[in-house]
């Protein structure tokens, strides 16, 4: 144990997601030994961050404005909605550059044990949305792990009576795997989602 301001550092760190005691230990280390100017604009960062940042008041995505630039873009297809856990899922889609309508971050997935379930996400913001838009598909793009799958199966027998288009991405081997290494339900999926080796 460090005393005072050393010790206080180390545990806000320690918050952190991801962060243990050791790399907490670790960083603050390294804010010391930093040079006080870096240090400064990493603090001036974290304040103004959550200063101007908020979330969308359409999809949820983060911005510093009330709406964010892909929801004011007029070029996007307003008919066509993916709806992801997260706003680093946002950025993840974006990269592909094969995608171009717009988002719902739901703000999390459907998780019993942490005390999440769907009265905790933006499903009801979701519905108004179709209610408002000319939506005619709705994209799940939740994560492939068990809340990610608890999540899609519930929007998905919710959003079937609406008569929106709702699907799935497809999910399987990843490019550059080895089939020995692929588990059982990725191998499972690869062989569903197959589709013609023909043009």
């Known amino acids: ?18 962060i243990g005691p050791k790399s907490a230990q670790r960083l603050a280390f390294h804010i010391l030994e930093a040079d006080a100017e870096d240090m400064k604009r990493l603090a001036a960062a974290i304040v103004g961050v959550k200063e101007r940042v908020k979330f969308c008041q359409i999809c949820g995505n983060v911005s510093e404005q009330d709406t964010c630039a892909i929801c004011r873009d007029p070029r996007r297809d307003p008919s066509v909605i993916c709806v992801v856990e997260e706003s680093k899922d946002v950025l993840a889609v974006e ?15 459907i998780n019993p ?22 939506v005619t598909e709705i994209i799940l793009a939740t994560n492939p792990n068990l809340e990610g799958e608890a999540t899609s ?21 990843p490019v550059g795997g080895d089939l020995e290494y692929a588990d059982e339900v990725t191998l499972g999926r690869a062989f569903e989602g197959r589709r013609s080796a023909i043009g």
């Open 95 to 109: 990269r592909t550059r094969a995608y171009r309508g717009r988002y719902h971050v739901l703000g999390g997935a």
């Open 153 to 173: 199966t519930y929007l998905a027998r919710m959003l079937k009576s609406i008569g929106v288009k709702v699907t799935r991405l497809a999910s399987g081997l």
């Open 1 to 18: 144990m460090y005393e005072g301001a050393v010790q206080d550092l180390i545990d806000e760190l320690g918050r952190l997601p991801g």
């Open 113 to 134: 044990i942490a005390g999440i379930g769907p009265d905790q996400l933006r499903i009801r913001e979701l519905l108004t949305r179709l209610n408002d838009e000319q």
